[in-house]
């Protein structure tokens, strides 16, 4: 692990462990019998100090296995010199099980628990329990503490992960409803202009050229009507240019129906394991209402990202229809279904089906969804074509 990492109750425990580590080996020069004993504690020192300033030994399992293998040969040589190194095995605990893979590492630890019995037995101690329970009790210590702290680092990581991918998401979302907004308060202005301004002036149009027919061919007054008739033409076109360049990005490049045939590709941001969707036209196209364009695309987008997200399908087909008083959207798909009387909106969503209606009836026009558990589902929406359409 790289000491740059560690936060600072790691680099607490870790110094902790150096000195234990370093107080141990000098309780056992101390107390050794012979030179050979304090040399043995010496090199044992020498070996520990060496690997902890390797940075092959923190970053490479290999490396740290040979380092643990020299280590563990330096204090099996001061175990045979001197009874005093018995106490080492506590922090050879945790370096093994620190530094190994776990199906290394916990053999290693039973191995390090049974050497440091048989050589307290092997200095001429009397057989008591202690002499086993010391060792053993020390190992399951250091196995508890150790695999505990990893399931709590691992836990600890996990929310880490979580809460970054919350803020994200939440990024993401504040985005979106930004954009969202934007769109819908464009939409708002667009059907604004279009059911105040443009009609206003389309009304002014047909009365002025209504006066203009009543009036006599030298009436001092006809150019002046002629004018305003010219004047309130030239606004009502500036005010449709309005309501175009407010329309949704997706409408300002072709039709309604191009738009919906793009919304059916996958280039559209679709997964790559989402449904098969294909788009058809009936009847004789005709010129929509920029609001009505604007309500049949978000419907048909809302109503495909329902089938994207929950109904597990495998196709579905957009079929947009012109008849001679209405125009139609349907959005069918095969997947699992569901229950339309049971969706009510909650904090998870539920929320797209009342705004699909909502659009719809706002234009006088009405919403239907068919479902079932098992059998699909098919969402339709007619609109009333407005006079002269």
């Not at 107390?31 to 020192?45: E, L, N």
């Not at 106490?87 to 440091?116: C, D, E």
């Not at 307290?120 to 505990?148: D, E, S």
């Not at 667009?190 to 030298?218: C, K, N």
Request: hydrophobic letters at 50%; one cysteine or more; proline letters at 7%.
């Amino acid at each position: 692990m790289d000491p740059r990492s560690l936060t600072p109750a790691l680099r607490a425990l870790r110094l902790c462990l150096h000195l234990l580590m370093a107080g141990l080996l000098v309780l056992a020069a101390v107390r050794a019998d012979s030179t050979a004993g304090t040399v043995a504690a010496v090199v044992m020192g020498a070996v520990y100090a060496a690997g902890s300033y390797l940075p092959s030994v923190r970053s490479s399992q290999r490396a740290a296995a040979v380092w643990l293998a020299v280590l563990g040969a330096s204090w099996l040589g001061l175990l045979w010199l001197t009874p005093e190194a018995l106490w080492l095995a506590f922090p050879l605990y945790f370096l093994q099980l620190h530094l190994l893979p776990t199906r290394w590492s916990l053999p290693a630890v039973a191995l390090t628990a049974g050497a440091a019995i048989l050589s307290y037995v092997g200095h001429g101690a009397a057989l008591n329990p202690g002499v086993f329970i010391g060792p053993l009790l020390g190992a399951a210590v250091a196995v508890a503490t150790v695999l505990g702290y990893q399931a709590l680092y691992r836990e600890s990581e996990r929310r880490r992960r979580l809460i970054e991918e919350l803020i994200e998401t939440r990024a993401e979302l504040a985005a979106a409803e930004r954009h969202a907004g934007t769109l819908a308060e464009r939409e708002r202005l667009a059907r604004e202009i279009h059911d105040t301004l443009a009609q206003g002036l389309s009304s002014i149009q047909l009365l002025l050229r209504a006066a203009e027919r009543v009036l006599p061919p030298d009436s001092p007054a006809a150019g002046h009507i002629g004018r305003a008739r010219e004047a309130a033409q030239d606004n009502l076109a500036e005010a449709r240019r309005f309501v175009r360049a407010l329309s949704p990005p997706d409408l300002e490049h072709g039709s309604l129906a191009a738009a919906l045939e793009r919304l059916c590709e996958p280039v559209t941001g679709l997964p790559a394991a989402g449904p098969r969707v294909r788009f058809s036209v009936s009847g004789t196209p005709a010129e929509l209402p920029t609001p009505y364009e604007v309500a049949l695309l978000r419907i048909a987008q809302s109503a495909l990202a329902n089938t994207v997200r929950h109904a597990s399908a495998s196709r579905a087909e957009i079929t947009l229809s012109f008849m001679d008083a209405s125009v139609t959207l349907d959005v069918v798909d095969d997947g699992r279904g569901f229950d339309p009387a049971s969706v009510r909106p909650s904090s998870d969503g539920g929320f797209g089906l009342p705004a699909m209606r909502s659009r719809a009836e706002s234009l006088g026009g009405t919403f239907t969804v068919e479902s079932a558990p098992g059998q699909g589902t098919a969402v339709a929406v007619s609109l009333p074509l407005p006079a002269g359409a």
